[in-house]
């Protein structure tokens, strides 16, 4: 009797993007393409927590059309989670879980998509798998608005985060400069980037030419000086009758500490952000006395999908091809990548790195992509930014609105008849 083809399973983890269902579409739709090697496709519902708590979505029951759709559909269509597993000598158990999840659900290939959290993730479950001689090939997929993979030339969702914050402070500078003289003179648009001022960076492309905005940019990887700041915001006013300024949620004082810090902590463990840009709008106020508004992009800049960069969705789709085509090669532990062949015209391909050299890593914004005088970004980051932000991607549109995807998400019946107990 012919043996069955193994099932896959595929999760999504941490801040969702408005192209990660992209990776989704490229896994699901390789993997049905190979169903000789590849049973079911099976998602955790809300991540990581799905495999641990054995509450799988299966997605055979989805059509064509719907699958193909989640192309066009931003966020996490079979949910995702903040949770981070600890390291295997602290919690063996949850590693020993998930294999016996997926034992029983006939489990050969984990995909996680994710960023640096869950590429350790993927990593530690190869080595758990490993040392259980259990045949499992584990693949992580690269996400994260941030961009601060490492190896990888840029991490999709970035690219369509960079489109949208920068059309939206070019859009806001407008209405600023429009009125300036009676109304507001300083702007601030707040975008993430806890540790790396990638999205920042992004901002400054809607300048330019000398004079527009944004005219300040303000990046963790700079120490924030209240004084020089200040200076240069008067400056601009007196110049151009107005200043519109990009800053990072993770901007720091020369002491190190967060500008906006609560004292809270997230769920991986991370300092919990409580707003910087009212920070910034109040110094301003009390130091110069000039009308202000301020704007978070926050949910809205990683769910535009309606903004999406062509180049980011294509290459949310291809790592998630990839990823099933380099687990059926038998490569396990590894990670697709984006390389950059040129930059004009834009060209790259993909390739692969093993997850060892990608997890718990950060990619900063290197320093001569910042001016001299901290508050710009140089010809370099325009030439490395420019191409990620290239190309209009239209979801479909009905009634004036875009028309986005909503899965069956229909469960697998459970298997095994212990429960996941969190050792947290």
């Not at 941490?14 to 490229?26: K, L």
């Not at 659900?105 to 995909?111: K, L, N, P, T, V």
């Not at 924030?224 to 110049?239: A, H, I, M």
């Not at 990670?335 to 391909?349: A, G, K, T, V």
């Amino acid at each position: 009797m012919k043996k069955s083809p193994m099932n896959a399973f595929y999760a999504q983890s941490g801040g969702v993007t408005a192209v990660i269902n992209a990776s989704a579409c490229g896994v699901i739709e390789t993997a049905r393409r190979n169903p000789t090697k590849i049973g079911k496709v099976l998602c955790g519902r809300n991540g990581i927590l799905g495999a641990l708590e054995e509450d799988l979505i299966d997605t055979t029951f989805e059509s064509t059309e719907a699958i193909r759709a989640l192309k066009y559909t931003p966020s996490g269509a079979f949910g995702s989670a903040r949770f981070k597993l600890k390291s295997l000598e602290q919690d063996r158990a949850s590693y020993q879980r998930l294999i016996e999840v997926f034992k029983a659900h006939q489990i050969g290939y984990f995909f996680y998509n994710g960023g640096g959290d869950s590429q350790d993730t993927t990593h530690k479950v190869s080595l758990m798998a490993e040392e259980m001689s259990y045949p499992l090939m584990c693949v992580g997929i690269p996400k994260t608005v941030d961009n601060d993979l490492p190896l990888t030339d840029c991490c999709p969702g970035f690219g369509s985060v960079a489109k949208y914050v920068a059309t939206s402070i070019r859009e806001a500078g407008f209405d600023v400069a429009s009125m300036a003289k009676t109304s507001t003179k300083v702007f601030i648009l707040e975008v993430m980037g806890r540790h790396a001022g990638w999205i920042t960076a992004a901002c400054g492309l809607a300048s330019e030419r000398k004079g527009q905005p944004p005219h300040i940019l303000l990046f963790p990887e700079v120490p924030f000086n209240p004084e020089s700041f200040l200076k240069r915001v008067k400056e601009c006013v007196d110049k151009y009758g107005y200043c519109v300024i990009g800053v990072s949620e993770g901007i720091r004082n020369e002491n190190g500490q967060f500008l906006s810090e609560t004292g809270l902590k997230d769920a991986f463990g991370h300092a919990q952000l409580g707003g910087v840009a009212p920070v910034i709008a109040s110094l301003v106020r009390e130091k110069l006395g000039y009308k202000y508004h301020w704007a978070v992009a926050d949910y809205l800049q990683r769910a535009a999908r309606h903004l999406a960069s062509k180049t980011d969705v294509e290459q949310a789709y291809a790592v998630g091809k990839a990823a099933v085509q380099f687990a059926l090669k038998g490569y396990t532990a590894v990670m697709p990548i984006i390389e950059r062949l040129s930059n004009e015209p834009y060209r790259w391909q993909i390739g692969m790195v093993p997850l060892a050299k990608v997890a718990n890593q950060e990619k900063m914004l290197p320093k001569n992509f910042i001016t001299r005088d901290g508050y710009g970004i140089t010809q370099q980051a325009r030439r490395y930014l420019s191409p990620l932000i290239e190309g209009e991607d239209y979801p479909p549109y009905q009634r004036g609105l875009p028309d986005y995807v909503t899965l069956i998400n229909k469960s697998v019946p459970k298997k095994l008849k212990t429960r996941f107990t969190s050792q947290s």
